[in-house]
């Protein structure tokens, strides 16, 4: 069984983001693993393990537009089922 359920991937356009307070808010603040926050003032990816995508979903729509949202179930992907 998996610790974290989720994989969340999203990209946030916003004006001023900053990878490092992204990832410091993330880490801080969301339980999960694996994350990556890459990208510019203008554009950020995020990627990132987690039971509760919701949370980091909420916190991301606060820094600017979110889109391209994924949200799979690792553990149904990990028993051969479309996650």
């Known amino acids: 069984m998996l610790e974290y359920r989720y994989d969340t ?6 004006t001023e983001l900053s990878e490092d307070a992204i ?3 993330i880490t801080q603040n969301i339980p999960g693993d694996c994350l990556l926050a890459v990208g ?3 554009l950020i ?4 393990h987690t039971n509760v995508p ?3 979903l909420e916190y991301c729509a606060t820094l600017g537009d979110i889109y391209d949202v994924v ?6 992907q990990e028993n051969g089922l479309h996650g």
């Open 9 to 14: 991937q999203l990209l946030i356009e916003g």
């Open 23 to 25: 990832n410091d808010y």
């Open 40 to 42: 510019d003032e203008e």
């Open 45 to 48: 990816k995020i990627h990132f």
């Open 54 to 56: 919701w949370r980091v």
């Open 71 to 76: 949200v799979e179930n690792m553990e149904r």
